[in-house]
């Protein structure tokens, strides 16, 4: 694939009254800006989507990177896995799927079994599985979800370099092929999603998952946004990908209405690679300053289900807003923080960031979620974060230690009043789908 960058849209503002529509829920939301100050919006190069994206992925399969094609590797009486993300992920199985399992026609219903990588998120509902996998899937195949509290599920695969035990979902390994399928994105943590995150922590048991995504590894400055190599955790994760069956990778990059720009298929490290660098040239921005004010969302449905996903959209805007400064992070969150979490128990568990910052260190051995919460802590520590919510109240985002905002026009004028007018303001549309980062191209 020819690999280039593109100039990225940062759009330069300075108008009398001016309307922004952030990525919100499932139809957006449109806020009003004061008139006379300066405001950047940035968002991602626009990609168009594939032209007829099912005989491309059909295509893509039958000549994979690195990789012979998946049809010659597979034949009758195989026992095939395929691994799906959850509802917090927007991967358009209903495109991905048919072609997928058109290639794989020659192995039977009961051969094929499909995992659902929740990783340490709650099970699916049966409905929430029906939109995402689409009803006849769901009817016809057997699927399995992600328990990562219940060892007697997993077992041990290998230690991996870093002297983490890798314990893995028993019947997932049990197989001859796993696919593995998923979206490629910057990730704030393990630089980019896809790949094997899928399995770790997709389907993996909660110590492993803990223990890749420990504060040692995550105070690493190479577990940031869009790095890979020399990042402690995606270089785990990777390896650790590779300790069970073979492993096809069935990857693919989206634009903002979700339709597939790239797809990236066949060997796991060299086509995570590519997709990686193509949605890197896309979606990371650099901008020449720090701003005094930075407003963002979470993408959108699904990733702004709950306050737990949208430190994501936090973590994004922490890149390039002053100390000190200020974040209005805007998330539906139909979801809650969510209730019955480790997140929300630690959140409750404590008065304020410091508190919450000695409590995670404290206790993340034992604790499942320590790994948002450190993020939340360190961008909470440089600047002041407001959520909008039309789902939460205001009791609820502050037990989640976060301030609530009921008219974001109003509060953008009380900053303004505070810092004055030549007050820098940026606008981040899409959230964690555009990164920014200081620094130049």
């Known amino acids: ?25 499932k139809s ?43 049809k010659h590797i597979t034949s009758p009486g195989m026992s095939v896995a395929i691994v799906f993300s959850d509802i917090t992920r927007a991967t358009p199985y209903h495109t991905l799927l048919p ?11 009961n051969q094929i079994r499909f995992f659902c990588a929740a990783g340490t ?34 077992s041990f695969a290998g230690i991996s370099s870093l002297g983490n035990e890798i314990w893995l979902n028993s019947e997932l390994i049990n197989h001859d092929l796993i696919i593995l399928t998923g979206f490629i994105e910057p990730h704030f943590f393990a630089g980019f999603s896809g790949g094997g995150k899928s399995l770790i922590p997709g389907m993996a048991y909660d110590t492993t998952i803990r223990n890749n995504h420990s504060i040692a590894n995550l105070s690493d400055k190479r577990a940031r946004w869009g790095i890979t190599h020399g990042n402690p955790v995606w270089e785990e994760i990777m390896e650790c990908a590779e300790m069970g069956p073979p492993v096809f990778l069935l990857n693919v990059t989206l634009n903002r209405d979700k339709e597939i720009t790239g ?3 066949g060997d796991l490290r060299s086509s995570h690679e590519e997709g990686c660098q193509f949605a890197k040239n896309t979606a990371m ?11 963002t969302s979470n993408s959108g449905y699904p990733l702004d289900l709950n306050v737990y996903q949208a430190v994501k959209g936090m973590s994004c805007a922490s890149q390039i807003v002053r100390e000190g ?32 910052m000695n409590y995670i260190i404290k206790n993340e051995t034992r604790l499942k979620d320590t790994w948002q919460l450190y993020f939340q802590s360190i961008v909470q520590k440089k600047a002041d974060v407001y959520l909008y919510s039309d789902k939460l109240d205001s009791f609820t985002i502050r037990k989640a230690l976060l301030k609530p905002v009921d008219n974001i026009s109003s509060l953008v004028k009380e900053i303004i009043k505070k810092v004055g007018q030549n007050i ?11 990164i920014p980062y200081l620094g130049r191209a």
């Open 1 to 25: 694939m020819n690999l280039f960058r593109q100039p990225h849209n940062i759009q330069r503002y300075k108008l009398i009254k001016m309307k922004v529509k952030l990525a919100y829920g």
């Open 285 to 295: 921005v650099p901008v020449d300053h720090a701003y005094d004010l930075v407003i």
């Open 28 to 70: 957006g939301l449109i806020i009003d800006l004061p008139d006379n100050v300066h405001i950047d919006v940035v968002e991602p190069r626009f990609t168009p989507g594939i032209n007829n994206p099912m005989e491309a992925i059909t295509k893509a399969l039958h000549d994979p990177i690195k990789h012979p094609d998946l």
């Open 263 to 265: 797809i990236f298929t």
């Open 99 to 109: 072609p997928l399992l058109s290639v794989l026609k020659h192995i039977s219903d």
């Open 121 to 154: 998120h709650r099970s699916a509902t049966k409905d929430e599985l029906i939109s995402i996998l689409g009803e006849d899937i769901v009817n016809r195949f057997s699927i399995i979800q992600n328990i990562s509290g219940d060892k007697s599920l997993f």
């Open 325 to 356: 400064g200020h974040i209005i992070m805007v998330a539906e969150c139909w979801d809650g923080i969510p209730p019955g979490s480790d997140y929300e128990k630690i959140l409750t568990s404590v008065n304020n960031v410091e508190e919450l």
């Open 424 to 434: 820098k303001i940026c606008i981040l549309p899409e959230g964690p789908q555009t």
